[in-house]
């Protein structure tokens, strides 16, 4: 089944946050003073099962969804997440990924590739030690991620993609060798202009750098020239090195918005779906789910969610904006 939203958007992928902790605290996603010891983070019993979780994967395939990601929160901080790895390989998607701080890797990553996951990108917003500690203040050093990404590389999960955050004044002067430590490895750096998600993060206008301007950097370095998207909705703008060293991605949500093109569906750790990152409330599906619903009126629900969705939050952005109540990165996953 072919579902389209108002303005003739299709589902074709499913983003499914399976926790809303993390072992990082960055500034940008869950500042430590108020994701703290006191947070109220969901129980156990809160969270999907991972039964309810391919379940309403299962629906999401049925209505034209390709492809799912796994995220957090730090998704490798839930128990057994190879588990749920091979429920969803079982549904048959063809393009099964997970977004990581890489950290866990080395003790989770063949676990994960014998389950049937295909790829990873892993976060890493800089190669200067002192500016990611700082970034992702939880005294975590680049070396520890680097052992990560080589960790999935060994287990068959490569290439990797790496995303970094870039902050005006807190990593920007770091790009160039981000990229340039990637080069010619096979793994594409992809730079994502900071975003307003949620309520917590102190976002301001003048702390996003454009992705052209992160271009203009890199190319002055290495010549690089545009690549065709791959797919309707691709969310990365791709360049080549013109001398054949690969590629590198930027993600211009603020600069250079892609609502248009967004078929991108998620659900959160406890159950609930939302049809955009900025999005201030989701559907309960947890609910439903656990008094019986079948999987004929839960395929309803899902396209009477998806069929009635007006999202275009970063075409509409405004100063004003950034104050709406939004959920956050850590509970929707990015």
Wanted: net charge negative; proline share 4%; with cysteine.
């Amino acid at each position: 089944m072919d579902v389209r939203d108002t303005l003739g958007r299709p589902i074709r992928d499913l983003r499914i946050s399976v926790t809303d902790r993390c072992n990082f605290r960055c500034r940008y996603c869950m500042p430590r003073e108020i994701f703290g010891p006191d947070y109220p983070f969901l129980r156990r019993d809160e969270h999907l099962t991972y039964e309810e979780i391919a379940r309403v994967a299962r629906i999401v395939g049925r209505l034209g969804g390709r492809k799912v990601r796994l995220t957090g929160g730090e998704p490798l901080l839930r128990r057994d997440l190879d588990v749920l790895v091979g429920f969803l390989t079982d549904e048959g998607f063809g393009d099964l990924t997970l977004t990581t701080n890489g950290v866990l890797l080395p003790k989770k990553a063949e676990a994960l590739a014998a389950a049937g996951l295909h790829r990873l990108t892993v976060s890493l917003d800089s190669l200067d030690d002192e500016v990611f500690r700082a970034m992702n203040d939880a005294d975590t050093g680049v070396d520890q991620v680097l052992e990560g990404i080589d960790a999935a590389v060994a287990a068959g999960l490569g290439p990797i993609k790496v995303n970094a955050v870039v902050q005006r004044g807190v990593n920007d002067h770091t790009i160039v060798d981000l990229a340039g430590h990637f080069r010619g490895t096979g793994m594409t750096v992809r730079f994502i202009e900071y975003m307003d998600v949620g309520t917590t993060n102190g976002w301001r206008m003048d702390h996003v750098v454009p992705s052209a301007e992160v271009v203009a950097a890199i190319s002055e370095r290495w010549a690089l020239e545009p690549v065709e998207p791959a797919y309707r909705g691709e969310v990365a703008r791709r360049w080549r090195y013109v001398d054949g060293a690969g590629e590198i991605g930027v993600i211009s949500s603020v600069t250079e918005p892609f609502c248009g093109d967004c078929t991108r569906l998620r659900l959160s750790a406890e159950g609930k779906l939302y049809t955009c990152l900025f999005a201030s409330t989701g559907t309960d599906l947890r609910g439903p789910l656990r008094a019986g619903i079948t999987d004929e009126e839960l395929e309803t629900m899902v396209v009477g969610v998806w069929t009635g969705r007006t999202d275009r939050y970063s075409e509409l952005r405004t100063a004003g904006t950034a104050g709406w109540e939004k959920v956050e990165m850590s509970y929707i996953g990015g």
